[in-house]
Every structure is written in structure tokens, then in C-alpha cells.
């Protein structure tokens, strides 16, 4: 089988240059365990080119999402600067490839958390404060169906964060029925509410501890973790002004260049 390195060296150069080369012939041979240490070599080549680990993302947490790809557990990836954009920079769709989008709470830890039984109080008292997010996505498989392996490969099809400029106390939204909205040019395109993400964001918290401590790896206090999506992803294209609303957290609002 191709080395872990080979197919790691693939997904960075698709995110880097936009050229992929597939260095192995079915991509779901691969262990979850193998997709991860993948994963990990793909956020050290994005290190050595001076990008910085800012925080981490859960995804497939939804059932909208989960119908979507056809995946029945979640899967985690990594936050890198550059890749966190603040509401009113610009942002151009050309230079992403096949560009979706999800609406996020984007949780901002101001204590370490290592411990998944940590009680919805102790998790809110380390959430330092919550923004809305527009996650921005590179919406491309390049194996012939889509895979967790592939996913995970690379990062969650992650390619940017926009991070909104409200700030509440994460004990203002209501980790169950907070709801959010996403608007395209003006027209409600999907909605949901925090239960769709994982029976609330802070159990798709607690999963994320779980992940990282199998890897004798922690949240920091800093660290910007965002939980998932409570729709699908939507595809957007040059133009299009988008907003993510959420019933307490604010709004964000980006046009895309």
C-alpha cells in the first residue's frame, strides 16, 4: 500500500495548489487510526510552511450532514492560521474550489479541558465566549464515494473560518433549541437548531476531548473549537451574500468576492 506520507503529501498540495494526484487506489483501505495519522502529517506539512494550529472542528454531527454524506459517526480536524477570516475581511470564492458553507458556533476556551465527564457547567464555565461562524469548505471528493477515510484525510474538508463579530457568554444560548438560520441573498436556504448537532454542541464537545485524550493530546485554554453544523452544506459562488443566524449568538455576514 502507498505510505501514509504519499497520501497526506496528496490532500496538502490540493489545498495548497488546487492538484491532486491520488497516491493510493481506494482510499477506504485505509484504518481510522491510519486516516488520522494522515491527518496529523498533513497539518505538519501545512507547518513547516509557517501555518499555526489554532483550534479544532468536529463535523458530520448532524443528521442533515450525516444524510448528506452517508456517515454515521462524527469525524475531528484541525483549525490553522491563516484559515480564521474576521467578519468584514474580504473573501474570495475563486480561491476556493467546488466552495460550501455551514453555519458554527465558534467557541472560544479560556481553561484547558481534558476530561469528557465534565458537566454542562464545568464545559460553559470554559467557554470564554461563543461567535457566530460561516465554516468555509472545499466541497471535493476525488475517490469515487465519499468515505469518513477521505474526510478525515482532508481535515474535514476544511479550507476557512469566519469568525463573527458578537460575542456572548456561552450561558446565553440555549444548547438545545438555540436556533439557527441561513440566509443566501436575503432567502432563508436551511435552518435547524443546536439538538441537531450531537443532542446539543457541548456532547459534540465532550467527543472531541474523548478523540484528543486517545491521543494524549488536550484542549488549551485559547483554543477555538467549533462543535458543527446544525443543516447541510450549502453551496455558494461569487456574489452570493450570506448570513448565519443564530437566535441569541448574533449573526455573521460575509459577500463572496
Not at 490553522?80 to 474580504?90: A, D, H, R, S
Not at 458543527?228 to 463572496?256: K, R, Y
Request: aromatic letters at 8%.
Amino acid at each position: 500500500m502507498t505510505s501514509i506520507p504519499n497520501i497526506s503529501r496528496s490532500f496538502y498540495r490540493f489545498y495548497k495548489f488546487g492538484e491532486f494526484s491520488p497516491a493510493i487506489d481506494d482510499i477506504s483501505e485505509l484504518t481510522m487510526d491510519e486516516a488520522y495519522e494522515c491527518q496529523r502529517r498533513y497539518e505538519s506539512l501545512r507547518i513547516s510552511d509557517g501555518d499555526e494550529p489554532c483550534g479544532y472542528k468536529v463535523g458530520c454531527t448532524s443528521a442533515a450532514i450525516r444524510e448528506q454524506f452517508g456517515f454515521k459517526e462524527p469525524i475531528f480536524g484541525r483549525l490553522m492560521n491563516p484559515g480564521v477570516i474576521q467578519e468584514g475581511e474580504e473573501v474570495n470564492a475563486n480561491e476556493f474550489y467546488s466552495l460550501a458553507i455551514e453555519p458554527e458556533f465558534v467557541l472560544t476556551l479560556n481553561q484547558d479541558l481534558h476530561d469528557d465527564q465534565c458537566s454542562d457547567e464545568e464545559l460553559l464555565a470554559a467557554i470564554g465566549f461563543v461567535q457566530p461562524g460561516i465554516e468555509l469548505h472545499n466541497y471535493v471528493y476525488h475517490y469515487s464515494s465519499p468515505t469518513r477515510q477521505e474526510l478525515i484525510c482532508s481535515n474535514g474538508l476544511h479550507a476557512a473560518q469566519i469568525v463573527g463579530r458578537t460575542k456572548v457568554d456561552a450561558c446565553r444560548i440555549d444548547w438545545l433549541l438555540e436556533g439557527v438560520g441561513v440566509f443566501v441573498n436575503g432567502k432563508l436556504v436551511a435552518s435547524g437548531v443546536a439538538a441537531d448537532i450531537m443532542e446539543g454542541p457541548l456532547n459534540s464537545l465532550r467527543s472531541l476531548i474523548r478523540h484528543l485524550s486517545k491521543r494524549n493530546c488536550a484542549l488549551k485554554a485559547g483554543d477555538l473549537v467549533i462543535p458543527g453544523s446544525a443543516t447541510q452544506l450549502i453551496s455558494v459562488h461569487t456574489g452570493d451574500e450570506v448570513t448565519c443566524s443564530f437566535t441569541n449568538g448574533g449573526s455573521v455576514t460575509t459577500v463572496f468576492n
